[in-house]
């Protein structure tokens, strides 16, 4: 068996905030997502790649830790145990 997920990052900005949701699609792409925030101090200067890059990052790592949780459901349902899954 073959499959494919791709990552989808989708960005909201405005001057001083930048928002990512990142996503799963793809056959059998579990519906999960992540999203994270970047909010730039006042006494920097705006840079929207910083703040793309620290948003994407807390984004997929809420999208991982989802993922996770969701595996571990799935054991607890086959096996009536809970899981100590290492993450």
């Not at 990512?20 to 790649?49: K, M, N, Y």
């Not at 969701?70 to 899981?83: D, F, L, W």
């Amino acid at each position: 068996m073959h499959n494919h997920w791709i990552v989808d990052l989708n960005f909201e900005e405005d001057d001083t905030r930048t928002t990512c949701t990142a996503s799963l699609s793809g056959f059998s792409a579990p519906g999960v997502q992540g999203t994270g925030t970047a909010r730039r101090s006042p006494d920097d200067s705006p840079d929207s790649v910083i703040g793309e890059e620290l948003a994407a990052a807390r984004a997929c790592s809420q999208l991982a830790h989802a993922l996770v949780d969701q595996a571990a459901t799935g054991i607890e349902s086959h096996t009536h145990e809970q899981p100590r899954l290492i993450f």
